[in-house]
C-alpha cells in the first residue's frame, strides 16, 4: 500500500518550495512510518533550497520533527504503532570504525529508509537530512525514531531533533563544559541559545552571550545568559576577556560558521581551553592563523556534528528536563504556521526576526 499526503518540496536551486501531494510507501523492513505533528523550520532546509547541500532536487525539506508512529515493517522492535517520537538523523549502525571503537555518535554510516518517496509522477524525492518531515507522513528507518515522553508538546520536542540538540550537545558532550566553567557563545540563533541553554545545565558560573542583533541578545538572555555582548558596537574578543578577568573563557562556542567568528573564538578562549565549532561554513571559506598561535595557545579545537549526540541517550533525558521546568524549549518557539507557509518563514529567518518557526500540523 502507499499513502498520498501532502508536502513541501524545493524542486530547483532558489526557487520557492511549493505545497504537493507525494507517494509515501507502507514500511518495508526496518523502516516506519511516522504521522507528523510539528516540525521546525531550520537553516540547513533553506541551504538545500539554495542548493548548498548538493544538487540531489527535489528534496523533501523538514527534519526537526515529532509525531505519532503509524505503522512499522518487519523486524522492527525498538518502536511500535502509537509511540510519540523525535526523529533523528543519527540512526547508528553499530558496525563502522566509530561504531566499533565505543564512540558512535560519530557513526559514519548512519541507516536511513531504504524505499523512496516519490512525487505523483514517480519522480524519486531526496529527504532532507534522511528526513523530509515537512510532509503529513514520512518514511524512516526506525533507528530514526527516539520515543520520548508523549506528554511532551510535539512542537518544542521537534526541535531536538537538529538545532537545539547540535547547540545543548555542543556545550555538554563536545565542549564538556562543567560545572564553574565560564563559557562564551558566538551567534545567538537557534543553535547558539541551545548552547547557552546546555552550559548552563551542566553548571557553567558564566555564560556570555555574543551577536550582532540585540534581539538575539535579550533572547539569549532569556535562556541564562550571565552577560551579553553586542559585537558589532564591541570588540568580541576583547570584551569576553574582560568578562573573565583579561583571560578568556574556558568555552568558546562558535554557532555562526564563519572564518571572522571563528577566529573571535580562537583568541577570545583562556589558554588550554577549548574552542567548538558548531556553525557550518561554506566551501569557499578559508582560515588563516599564525601556527605559533595554535601551539602556543594550546587546548583543544573541536567541531560538534549534531552535538555528538546519541539521539536514544540524550532526547529522552532532555524531554525529562523540559518536562521538569530545567529546560524551557518553548522559548525556542517563535511562531507555529502551517505546511504552506514554509516559504515565509525562511523569509523571516532570513531577516532574522525568529528563532525558530515551527510547522504544526
Ligand atoms: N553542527 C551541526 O550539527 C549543526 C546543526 C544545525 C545547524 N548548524 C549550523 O549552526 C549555525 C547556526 O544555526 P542557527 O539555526 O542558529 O542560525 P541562525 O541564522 O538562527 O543564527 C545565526 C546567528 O548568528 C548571528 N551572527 C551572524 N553573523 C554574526 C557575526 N559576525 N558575529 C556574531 N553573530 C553573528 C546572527 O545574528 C544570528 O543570531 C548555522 O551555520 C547552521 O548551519 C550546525
Ligand atoms: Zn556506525
Ligand atoms: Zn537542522
Known amino acids: 500500500m502507499t499513502h498520498q499526503v501532502r508536502a513541501v518540496v524545493a524542486r ?7 505545497l504537493e501531494t507525494i507517494i509515501v510507501p507502507d514500511p518495508g523492513p526496518g523502516e516506519a512510518l511516522v504521522k507528523i505533528e510539528a516540525c521546525g523550520v531550520c537553516h540547513t532546509d533553506l541551504h538545500y533550497r539554495e542548493g548548498g547541500i548538493n544538487d540531489d532536487f527535489p528534496f523533501l525539506l523538514g527534519h526537526e520533527a ?22 533523528n ?18 557513526c559514519f554510516n548512519t541507516h536511513n529508509a531504504k524505499q523512496k518517496m516519490t512525487l505523483l509522477d514517480g519522480t524519486e524525492l531526496s529527504p532532507a537530512l534522511g528526513i523530509g518531515a515537512f510532509a503529513e507522513k514520512t ?3 526506525a533507528g530514526q525514531c527516539t520515543k520520548v515522553d508523549p506528554t511532551a508538546s510535539a512542537a518544542a520536542a ?3 531533533g537538529c538545532g537545539v540538540m547540535a547547540g545543548i550537545g555542543a556545550a555538554i558532550n563536545t565542549g564538556k563544559v562543567g560545572r564553574g566553567d565560564s563559557v562564551a557563545v558566538i ?42 555582548v553586542n559585537s558589532k ?5 576583547e570584551a569576553i576577556r574582560e568578562l573573565t578577568g583579561g583571560h578568556g573563557a574556558d568555552v568558546v562556542i562558535e554557532a555562526v560558521g564563519r572564518p571572522e567568528t571563528y577566529k573571535q573564538a580562537f583568541y577570545a578562549r583562556d589558554l588550554a581551553g577549548t574552542v567548538v565549532l558548531v556553525g557550518v561554513p561554506t566551501p569557499e571559506m578559508k582560515l588563516e592563523l599564525p601556527l605559533l598561535d595554535v601551539f602556543g595557545r594550546g587546548g583543544s579545537l573541536k567541531s560538534s556534528w549534531y552535538g555528538d549526540c546519541l539521539p536514544s541517550r540524550d532526547f529522552p533525558m532532555l524531554i525529562d528536563l523540559y518536562l521538569q521546568g530545567r529546560l524551557d524549549l518553548d522559548a525556542f518557539v ?8 514554509v516559504e515565509k518563514a525562511f523569509e523571516r529567518m532570513h531577516h532574522g526576526d525568529v528563532l525558530r518557526s515551527v510547522v504544526v500540523l
Open 12 to 18: 530547483g536551486k532558489g526557487a520557492p518550495v511549493s
Open 66 to 87: 515529532a509525531g505519532v508512529v503509524e505503522s512499522v515493517g518487519e523486524g522492527v522492535t525498538d518502536v511500535a504503532p502509537g509511540d510519540f517520537v523525535i526523529l
Open 89 to 106: 538523523w543519527r540512526a547508528v549502525c553499530g558496525q563502522c570504525r566509530a561504531c566499533l571503537r565505543g564512540e558512535s555518535w560519530y
Open 139 to 141: 518514511l524512516v528507518a
Open 158 to 160: 521537534g526541535l531536538l
Open 187 to 228: 551567534g545567538c540563533g537557534g543553535v547558539g541559545v541551545a548552547a547557552i541553554a546546555g552550559a548552563n545545565l551542566a553548571g557553567a558560573a558564566k555564560v556570555i552571550a555574543v551577536d550582532i542583533d540585540d534581539r538575539k541578545l535579550e533572547t539569549a538572555e532569556k535562556l541564562g545568559a550571565t552577560h551579553t
Open 233 to 237: 558596537e564591541n570588540d568580541a574578543v
Open 334 to 341: 517563535t511562531e507555529t504556521i502551517a505546511l504552506d507557509e
